[in-house]
């Protein structure tokens, strides 16, 4: 069965600093990894996909994540994040239905 | 301009009522989903749909029931036996072919007194 942890439940950082996501996931099958963010009362939106290829992946708002096999990882990065970018984010493997299989979200707080 | 809509946006209900959430894509997506978001716990799913007249149940079914006569809409009716419904449900899309990434409408939040 599929599994996604998230090991932060909360990461506070100052504004311009580098900022690191954890998420470790489980699959017996071909995996397939997402990265969503959540502002407050929103829906998710894909900040970025693996599927195959390079393990280094680059998504919207300067995000990038990097598929680690070896360690079942696939952790979320920003060098340089904003006060816009505090959020909710979620990691997610696909399910062997099609279906999303999340963790329970890292709510980052980015302080002035 | 595609997207998926979820009405209302916010809900309130007594207890012991019934009520029925709405979701309506334009994406032409074939499977629809519908997750509970509670404080902490990230998305469970509640039900699935990959094709019209068929859907199957997800990890916390119990108390929910839906609906897919047509392609664009996948609602959702909380019973009355769903024994704490107050949360934040978010319906959810994507293609069958391809892409495996889920697009969501922006939640409909439930409180039930």
């Known amino acids: 069965a599929q599994s996604v942890t998230q090991l932060d439940s909360q990461v506070p950082v100052f504004e311009e600093a580098p900022v690191e996501l954890r998420c470790n996931y489980s699959s017996s099958v071909s995996v397939y990894l997402f990265w969503y963010v959540q502002y407050p009362n929103q829906g998710l939106q894909l900040l970025l996909k693996y599927l195959s290829g390079s393990t280094l992946v680059k998504g919207i708002n300067g995000f990038e994540a990097e598929f680690n096999k070896s360690q079942t990882s696939f952790h979320l990065r920003k060098p340089s994040v904003h006060i816009s970018d505090t959020a909710e984010y979620f990691c997610?493997?696909?399910?062997?239905?099609?279906?999303?299989?999340f963790g329970k979200g890292t709510k980052l707080s980015v302080k002035p | 301009d595609g997207g998926i809509t979820q009405s209302p946006k916010y809900l309130f209900r007594k207890e012991g009522q019934n009520v029925t959430l709405s979701c309506e894509q334009n994406l032409n997506h074939d499977a629809m989903y519908w997750y509970r978001q509670d404080p902490g716990q990230g998305l469970r799913l509640i039900y699935y749909?990959?094709?019209?007249?068929?859907?199957q149940k997800g990890d916390i079914a119990e108390g929910y029931s839906v609906s897919r006569e047509k392609k664009e809409s996948f609602p959702l009716t909380v019973t009355s036996a769903q024994k704490n419904p107050t949360a934040f449900y978010l319906c959810?899309?994507?293609?069958?072919?391809?892409?495996?990434?889920?697009?969501f409408g922006p939640g409909t939040r439930l409180t039930v007194t």
């Open positions: 959810a899309s994507r293609t069958t072919s391809g892409a495996y990434e889920q697009y």
């Open positions: 749909s990959q094709i019209v007249n068929d859907f």
């Open positions: 997610a493997v696909r399910g062997s239905q099609g279906n999303l299989i």
